[in-house]
């Protein structure tokens, strides 16, 4: 099965799909249920199948298997004859356990060390997904859960991109709204000359901001113009747009300048851009008989929720919903996606439940859940502080990014000055490894924790090298390196002649380990849960050093075999610290 040459599970259950259909061929419709044991004692891996089967049958009057532990009986004999397989056993209510041969174990590792780590990709069924993420707002600050944001949502790129899914990396960004209005009026008072504004004349957009917002509360001729200013834009009246562009653009170098040193890749496309779309898609949605007249606003009303979705306000402007339906129309028949992703905050999941409820009453879904094309918010806990309250620092009352990754990359690199001292880094390679086991530290304190939960940003504990950390993570991989190494050797050509066999207890665990790497990728992008992949990479590196502790490398009789099995757990480690968009290290 070339298809799914790295997932083991779907492997077996073509294997047992073949079994169920010899055991009952009257049945057409049977999934094989095939999962990883949890408990290692009697199997690898194993199939549930019997006990569904056997009340199915049952119901049906069939009447050939005395209970389920029969019906796993004869699962277990009718399978077919497969190398994959050692041994099999049934257990209490007909669960068929699998050992599977270290024989075919080793030589599926040995063709992964040779055809690389990319043929253990997922195959998954879209071809193009949206992935909306970051989306920080213009003129206010970019906050840490754009910080979070940034992280999941390049994270879910990255493993749908590994998986072959063609991914739009959106940035939705706000950049629309009436805040602009005040934003702009603020801007001619203070210059007049409005070509001679630039960047460092405006300074701080934040500031300017808290100065507009200031003026717009105490001034009531202040903010009629505003709002008149609001309405002006909208029309495309020249001044007006080129200040807004203008005000965009110092946004835009300040949110990049994080996304470089991040390494993110996204593609802005802000609210602006979906907005002369806004008026037929609200026409055709009124044209359903979807769109009803509510205290002056046009509304959709949607069962299961108490507040009807409002997609034109009282005063005829466009909303944040308006956008979002706008841009969810965009992307289903423009950019033809099957399956479209949405990182933000949980506080935003009501929002996107309702947008996505009036896209299904409109029949751009499918009702059915699991259904492409499909819909998903991708939702995240709060940044907690020490003090157990949302994250702020000392001075200032929001956490400026730029300050908490230069914190991050200072501190790593303290700690490396003083490790290193003896021994002969460059600056260059002090440099890199701090940056790279700083932002790599606070990227993996993030995705270890399952999404929803807060969290609480504490440095010690995220640059601490005990533990589930990045920095732990990323030592036991440059330790790997360093044994392979000093060995001596050349793997490239190991690889080529050598063997690989997993005799000791200890390698076998490693190397059971390695194959389930596939169908846990999968798992982690189809639930879009990136602490699944983070687990798995934690538990690698346990594995890992309990062989390295028990096994002898280097200068043992198995050491061809065992440089093998070190190369294959670094192979996929870098593939794990890649999809979490974390830089490798190779030298401690
Ligand atoms: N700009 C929004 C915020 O900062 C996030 C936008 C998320 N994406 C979307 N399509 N609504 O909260």
């Known amino acids: ?8 599970k779907k492997l077996l259950a073509r294997v047992f799909e073949l079994s169920l259909q010899a055991t009952v061929p009257d049945e057409t419709d049977v999934e094989p249920i095939v999962t990883a044991s949890t408990v290692g004692r009697f199997g690898d891996y194993q199939c549930n199948n019997a006990m569904g089967l056997f009340s199915k049958l049952k119901g049906k009057g069939g009447g050939q298997f005395r209970g389920p532990p029969a019906v796993g009986q004869a699962i277990m004999k009718n ?4 190398e994959m397989i050692e041994s099999c056993s049934v257990a209490g209510p007909g669960f068929v356990n699998v050992v599977l041969s270290n024989k075919w174990m080793a030589k599926s590792i040995l063709k992964m060390l040779l055809d690389g780590i990319d043929t253990w ?9 949206v992935v909306d993420f970051s989306s920080p707002n213009i003129a206010k600050e970019m906050h840490v859960g754009h910080l979070r944001s940034t992280i999941i949502g390049d994270t879910i790129a990255r493993m749908l991109e590994f998986s072959h899914v063609d991914v739009l990396r959106r940035n939705h960004v706000g950049d629309w709204g009436t805040q602009f209005g005040m934003l702009i009026e603020h801007l001619f008072e203070k210059f007049p000359n409005i070509e001679a504004v630039n960047e460092t004349a405006i300074g701080d957009l934040q500031a300017f901001y808290k100065a507009s917002k200031q003026r717009f509360d105490d001034d009531s001729e202040f903010k009629e113009r505003a709002q008149k200013a609001v309405v002006r834009l909208q029309g495309g009246e020249k001044r007006y747009r080129d200040a807004w562009a203008q005000i965009c653009a110092i946004s835009r170098r300040e949110f990049d300048s994080v996304y470089k040193r991040l390494k993110v890749e996204l593609e802005e496309k802000g609210e602006s851009f979906y907005n002369p779309f806004i008026p037929s898609v609200i026409e055709g949605l009124t044209n359903q008989g979807l769109v009803e007249e509510s205290e002056g606003a046009r509304v959709i009303f949607l069962e299961g929720f108490n507040i009807p979705l409002i997609v034109v306000k009282s005063d005829g402007g466009y909303n944040y919903a308006s956008t979002d339906l706008t841009a969810l129309w965009y992307r289903l028949n423009e950019e033809k996606a099957e399956w479209i992703i949405y990182v933000t905050d949980v506080g935003q999941q009501q929002h996107f439940e309702m947008v996505f409820k009036a896209a299904k009453i409109a029949g751009w879904l499918p009702t059915e859940a699991n259904k492409y094309p499909r819909t998903s918010h991708v939702g995240f806990g709060l940044v907690l502080g020490e003090d157990g309250k949302r994250f702020r620092t000392r001075s200032t009352e ?3 990014l730029v300050d908490l990754l230069d ?6 690199k303290a700690v490396l000055e003083e490790r290193e001292k003896d021994k002969d880094w460059t600056k260059e390679e002090i440099d890199q490894t701090a940056e790279a086991v700083g932002y790599g530290a606070v990227k993996y304190a993030d995705l270890k924790n399952n999404r929803l939960t807060n ?3 504490n440095f010690d504990q995220m640059l601490s090298d005990k533990g589930n950390t990045a920095v732990y993570l990323l030592y036991a991989h440059a330790r790997i390196c360093s044994i392979i190494r000093k060995s001596g050797k050349d793997v490239e050509e190991l690889k ?4 690989l066999s997993l005799e ?8 059971l380990h390695l194959l389930r790497f596939s169908e846990i990728v999968e798992e982690a992008c189809t639930n879009l849960l990136p602490n699944i992949l983070c687990e798995y990479l934690y538990n690698l590196s346990e594995n890992f050093s309990k062989f390295y502790s028990n096994c002898q490398v280097i200068g043992s009789a198995e050491e061809t075999s065992r440089l093998l099995l070190c190369e294959a757990t670094a192979m996929v480690m870098r593939k794990c610290f890649f999809l979490l968009g974390i830089t490798p290290v190779y030298k401690i």
């Open 1 to 8: 099965d070339e298809e799914n040459v790295g997932n083991v």
């Open 496 to 499: 080529k002649t050598g063997v």
């Open 455 to 457: 969290y609480t940003f």
């Open 79 to 82: 399978l077919p004859q497969t």
């Open 398 to 400: 929001v956490v400026r």
């Open 121 to 129: 990709a997922p195959k998954l069924s879209i071809k193009r997904a």
């Open 407 to 412: 914190e991050a990359k200072s501190r790593s």
């Open 504 to 511: 000791h207890q200890d390698e076998r665990v490693l190397g």
